[in-house]
Protein backbone atom coordinates (compact mmCIF):
# COMPACT_ATOMS: atom_id res chain seq x y z
CA UNK A 1 0.00 0.00 0.00
CA UNK A 2 1.09 3.47 -0.82
CA UNK A 3 0.00 6.71 1.28
CA UNK A 4 0.13 10.33 -0.43
CA UNK A 5 0.20 13.65 1.70
CA UNK A 6 -0.30 16.78 0.31
CA UNK A 7 1.08 19.87 1.75
CA UNK A 8 1.49 23.59 1.00
CA UNK A 9 -2.07 24.94 -0.10
CA UNK A 10 -3.73 27.75 0.85
CA UNK A 11 -4.62 31.36 0.05
CA UNK A 12 -2.99 33.04 -2.18
CA UNK A 13 -3.40 36.63 -4.12
CA UNK A 14 -3.13 36.59 -7.99
CA UNK A 15 0.49 36.67 -9.65
CA UNK A 16 1.11 34.63 -6.46
CA UNK A 17 4.07 31.61 -6.20
CA UNK A 18 2.79 28.71 -3.90
CA UNK A 19 4.60 25.20 -3.57
CA UNK A 20 3.13 21.93 -3.08
CA UNK A 21 4.36 18.83 -2.12
CA UNK A 22 3.65 15.36 -1.69
CA UNK A 23 5.14 13.11 0.37
CA UNK A 24 4.87 9.15 -0.77
CA UNK A 25 5.23 6.51 2.56
CA UNK A 26 4.38 2.43 2.58
CA UNK A 27 6.07 -0.80 3.05
CA UNK A 28 5.83 -1.31 -0.54
CA UNK A 29 6.95 1.74 -3.01
CA UNK A 30 7.73 1.54 -6.78
CA UNK A 31 6.83 4.63 -8.98
CA UNK A 32 6.64 4.69 -12.39
CA UNK A 33 4.69 8.18 -12.43
CA UNK A 34 3.89 10.93 -10.14
CA UNK A 35 1.51 13.22 -10.84
CA UNK A 36 -0.37 16.19 -9.67
CA UNK A 37 -3.93 17.06 -10.52
CA UNK A 38 -6.89 19.51 -9.81
CA UNK A 39 -10.81 19.38 -9.32
CA UNK A 40 -13.01 22.82 -9.25
CA UNK A 41 -16.72 22.31 -8.07
CA UNK A 42 -19.01 21.32 -10.65
CA UNK A 43 -15.89 20.34 -12.74
CA UNK A 44 -13.92 17.23 -13.99
CA UNK A 45 -11.10 16.23 -11.93
CA UNK A 46 -8.21 17.28 -14.72
CA UNK A 47 -4.23 16.42 -15.01
CA UNK A 48 -2.04 19.14 -14.43
CA UNK A 49 1.55 17.69 -14.59
CA UNK A 50 3.75 14.28 -14.39
CA UNK A 51 6.83 13.35 -13.86
CA UNK A 52 8.58 9.88 -14.46
CA UNK A 53 10.23 8.83 -11.91
CA UNK A 54 13.32 7.42 -13.18
CA UNK A 55 13.59 9.51 -15.75
CA UNK A 56 12.40 12.89 -15.14
CA UNK A 57 10.59 13.25 -18.17
CA UNK A 58 8.15 16.08 -17.39
CA UNK A 59 4.06 16.43 -18.85
CA UNK A 60 2.51 19.72 -18.51
CA UNK A 61 -1.60 20.50 -19.22
CA UNK A 62 -1.24 23.31 -21.37
CA UNK A 63 -3.17 26.05 -19.15
CA UNK A 64 0.01 25.68 -16.89
CA UNK A 65 2.70 25.67 -19.00
CA UNK A 66 5.72 28.29 -18.35
CA UNK A 67 3.93 28.72 -15.03
CA UNK A 68 4.06 25.64 -13.19
CA UNK A 69 7.17 23.43 -12.38
CA UNK A 70 6.82 20.14 -11.29
CA UNK A 71 10.19 18.77 -9.46
CA UNK A 72 11.00 15.35 -7.43
CA UNK A 73 13.29 13.94 -4.45
CA UNK A 74 13.65 10.21 -4.98
CA UNK A 75 15.47 9.66 -1.95
CA UNK A 76 12.45 11.30 0.09
CA UNK A 77 10.20 9.71 -2.27
CA UNK A 78 8.70 13.60 -2.66
CA UNK A 79 6.71 15.13 -5.34
CA UNK A 80 6.49 19.05 -5.03
CA UNK A 81 4.55 21.84 -7.31
CA UNK A 82 5.65 24.88 -7.24
CA UNK A 83 3.25 27.29 -8.97
CA UNK A 84 4.03 30.32 -10.09
CA UNK A 85 1.85 33.55 -11.88
CA UNK A 86 -1.45 32.08 -10.91
CA UNK A 87 -4.60 32.94 -11.53
CA UNK A 88 -8.18 32.55 -9.76
CA UNK A 89 -9.01 29.95 -12.52
CA UNK A 90 -5.84 27.74 -10.61
CA UNK A 91 -8.30 27.85 -7.48
CA UNK A 92 -9.07 23.82 -7.42
CA UNK A 93 -8.10 21.00 -5.02
CA UNK A 94 -5.26 19.66 -6.00
CA UNK A 95 -4.30 16.02 -5.44
CA UNK A 96 -1.02 13.63 -6.04
CA UNK A 97 -1.08 10.70 -7.41
CA UNK A 98 1.04 7.55 -8.13
CA UNK A 99 1.32 5.35 -10.93
CA UNK A 100 2.67 1.90 -10.96
CA UNK A 101 3.11 0.77 -14.39
CA UNK A 102 2.95 2.85 -17.66
CA UNK A 103 -0.12 2.33 -19.95
CA UNK A 104 0.10 4.51 -22.57
CA UNK A 105 -0.65 7.65 -21.21
CA UNK A 106 0.10 11.00 -18.74
CA UNK A 107 -3.41 11.58 -17.93
CA UNK A 108 -4.78 7.79 -16.70
CA UNK A 109 -3.28 4.58 -14.77
CA UNK A 110 -3.04 6.28 -11.69
CA UNK A 111 -3.04 3.84 -8.66
CA UNK A 112 -2.98 5.68 -5.63
CA UNK A 113 -4.24 9.10 -4.66
CA UNK A 114 -3.82 12.00 -1.98
CA UNK A 115 -6.41 13.46 0.00
CA UNK A 116 -6.08 16.50 -1.44
CA UNK A 117 -4.81 20.14 -0.95
CA UNK A 118 -6.96 23.54 -1.38
CA UNK A 119 -5.75 26.06 -3.58
CA UNK A 120 -7.45 29.39 -3.31
CA UNK A 121 -6.35 32.13 -5.74
CA UNK A 122 -8.09 35.40 -4.73
CA UNK A 123 -7.30 39.23 -3.76
Known amino acids: QVQLVESGGGLVQPGGPLRLSCAAS????????MGWFRQAPGKEREFVAGISWHSGVTKYADSVKGRFTISKDNAKNTVYLQMNSLKPEDTAVYYC????????????????WGQGTQVTVSS
Open 97 to 112: AVALRWDGSWYRGYDY
Open 26 to 33: GRTFNAYL
